[in-house]
């Protein structure tokens, strides 16, 4: 099988005709105008990117339809395959494109699921064009795979709430307009937590810079006293955890398939270095041990395709699946990392030399195990769906 013709996620048999052409249309997309931008790192960088992405109208599958959002097909809040597609196309080219487009659904999404209708007519639109940059902040320095611990507060004042405390590790803090902020207005667990939409602009809110290991827009967010009206709490108190798990069970899969999008690219990359390498005179894919390797990251790839399809396709058909979104999220990230690092190996030293594409892949698939829930909760996840009455 050459490069070129390496399965994607549309090639299982859980996408529909649709999607198929939606990913030549991607792809040719993404050859033409991404792949040049493969070294994006700074946060302007990741503002062009994301105005070539929403130029060419794919921000709009960060929205439902009713909401000025486009699906191929879909029954439930978004088009969970189109993101896929998407992602696996992405993630292949430039992990910064890959992030700016997810976080444009995932920063919305808490809107999409528990917003008014004057609350979704208010930004929604803004996201679905690329002009609002959205974030979902979560994630805590106390409260991480723990995030129902959140010790951020929100206090009401006749039609306001104050907030105060502090977010980390928040992907597009820095080039956000919109934030989705997470915050305690009860007791303590998941119940006393509320989702609010904080503009960036919001007196007292103000972001630090973090560097992670792969370029990503990442940042602290301190919340210093922020008034934020009530008419902005997104949903009733006390269901924040709720929307914020609805959400993350939408985007997971898309984890998974920007997973195969790298390794997909690994696979591809060291299928063409087995072939043209030669040493012992004769091309490094005839050496057993190197052709062992390029067969299992042959077929972990084509498992985790399998895995994110089957959880894409179920999210979009509306029912429970948590399990099997989890499982494609587990399977695929771990994959990944596996089949990256044999592409190093089989690159030999030329693959640990800064700018080559396994050394950037080597470095961006890292983080797709921990964000999103880690590899060891996605296990707990899957457990509990196993086993709970
Ligand atoms: C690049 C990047 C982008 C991110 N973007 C966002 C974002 O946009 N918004 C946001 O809110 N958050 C974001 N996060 C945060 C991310 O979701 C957290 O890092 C993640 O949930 C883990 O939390 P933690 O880092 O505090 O690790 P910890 O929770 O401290 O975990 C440390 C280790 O302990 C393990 N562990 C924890 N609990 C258990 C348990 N019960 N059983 C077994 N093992 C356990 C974990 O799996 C992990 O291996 C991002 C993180 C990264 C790296």
Do not use: N
Not at 143 to 167: E, F, I, N, P, Q
Not at 210 to 226: F, I, K, R, S, T
Not at 248 to 266: E, K, N, Q, T
Not at 306 to 315: D, M, T
């Amino acid at each position: 099988m050459s490069p070129a013709a390496l399965p994607r996620i549309t090639d299982t048999p859980y996408l529909a005709d649709g999607h198929r052409a939606f990913a030549r249309t991607v792809e040719e997309f993404v050859t033409r105008e991404v792949a040049p931008r493969a070294d994006a790192r700074t946060d302007d960088d990741a503002r062009a990117l994301l105005g070539l992405i929403s130029g060419a109208g794919f921000t709009r599958y960060c929205v439902p339809v009713v909401h000025g959002g486009l699906a191929v097909e879909t029954r439930a809040a978004l088009d969970t395959r189109a993101l896929a597609v998407l992602r696996e196309s992405l993630a292949g080219a430039c992990g910064v494109a890959d992030l700016v487009l997810v976080m444009q659904a995932l920063g919305s999404l808490p809107i999409s699921l528990a917003g008014t209708p004057e609350q979704c007519a208010r930004w929604l639109p803004g996201v679905a064009a690329g002009r609002t940059i959205t974030a979902f902040a979560l994630t805590e320095p106390e409260a991480g795979s723990d995030v129902a611990a959140l010790a951020t507060r929100a206090t009401r004042t006749g039609d306001a709430y104050v907030l105060h405390g502090h977010k980390r590790f928040i992907s597009q803090a820095t080039v956000a307009d919109l934030l989705v902020v997470f915050a305690r207005t009860g007791g303590d667990g998941a119940r006393g937590i509320s989702a609010f939409a904080v503009e960036r602009s919001a007196p007292g809110l103000s972001v630090v810079p973090q560097a992670p290991m792969a370029p990503h827009p990442l940042g602290e967010v301190h919340l210093d006293g922020v008034r934020v009206p009530a008419a902005h709490r997104l949903g009733e108190e006390g269901t924040g955890m709720r929307t914020a798990l609805r959400a993350l069970d939408v985007c997971r899969p898309s984890v998974a398939a920007a997973a195969c999008g790298m390794a997909r690219r690994a696979l591809a990359e060291s299928i063409t270095r087995a072939r043209t390498r030669k040493q012992f005179g004769k091309p490094l894919w005839e050496h057993q041990l190197i052709g062992q390797k390029l067969a299992r990251m042959a077929t972990d790839l084509a498992a985790a395709q399998l895995l994110a399809a089957r959880a894409c396709a179920e999210v979009d058909a509306g029912g429970d699946a948590t399990g099997a979104v989890s499982q494609a999220k587990l399977f695929a990230t771990e994959a990944a990392g596996r089949i990256v690092d044999d592409a190093v190996q089989i690159h030999g030293g030329e693959g640990v030399m800064a700018g080559s594409v396994v050394e950037r892949l080597y470095r961006e698939v890292r983080a797709l195990r921990i964000y999103e829930g880690t590899s060891e909760v996605q296990h707990l996840v899957i457990a509990r769906a196993l086993c709970r009455d």
